[in-house]
């Protein structure tokens, strides 16, 4: 019997799909695989923000005041330092940085060029920021390896993943990198500083990865289900400084 005309167009549509989805799933690790990607959201020319899972307004009403409760800084006016790793061209870094209500310096970082350019050109539509002192920055990097520029040690106050170690973790050369990815995150973060990883990957199998790699003290939650995929937020602490004053009175 004949195949369904819908079936005989789709078969091959089909095909192509999941060949593009084997090859990005098997070459995640490798940067030329996610310009591709990036130059695919982009034909037509004009470049779109790309969230490869929820976007910035779904998280919006929880991660504003989770980066005051935890990122606070030194005082009020003083910008809270945040880097988002393996950006694309999501809207998140350039959602926070339009709508936080204290100053905050946020830089975003990608190892594709084409991301960061996309992003670059979306952000000529973002209005000024709601704060006059808040700063965006966009750096083509690799964020297993951030050492030098503003990339130093305790630079930041908060980090934020969204998808960027699922992606390392869930390729076959990967998961090495997924965890210098998060010691890099740690070395980059200031005492008292978070880095928040926005995953759909199992507690099961991501709390005792980022032990091993982070350390003890890895805490979760819930985001909620979005299209049947129930979504979390792992969150690693770079432990606050003792001083030694205080240390010894207590
Ligand atoms: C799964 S996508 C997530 C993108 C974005 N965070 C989002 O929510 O849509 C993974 C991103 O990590 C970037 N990436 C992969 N390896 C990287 C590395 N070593 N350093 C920096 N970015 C990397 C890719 O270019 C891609 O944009």
Redesign the pocket.
Known sequence: MLPARGAWALGPLLRLLCSWADGLHHG??Q?ST?DRFYMQQATGGTPTH????FDYAAISGLLLPALQEYGSPESNLSPMRVLD????T?D?GLGLYRDSPHPVHISC????PV?IRSLQWLLQEVPPPRHSLSQLHLHV????NLEGGSFGDGSFHVVLD???C???LRCPQGPG?AGQ?VAECLRVLCPGGILLQFSDEDPDARIPFLERVGGAGVTVQEVGHINGICYFIYKLSQPVLESPTKGLLN
């Open positions: 995640m690790a940067p996610w790309f969230n490869w899972f790793v393996g950006c694309g999501s998140l970082v990608d190892v594709s991301a990097a690799d964020a297993t969204k998808g960027t699922d992606s390392l990198q990815l």
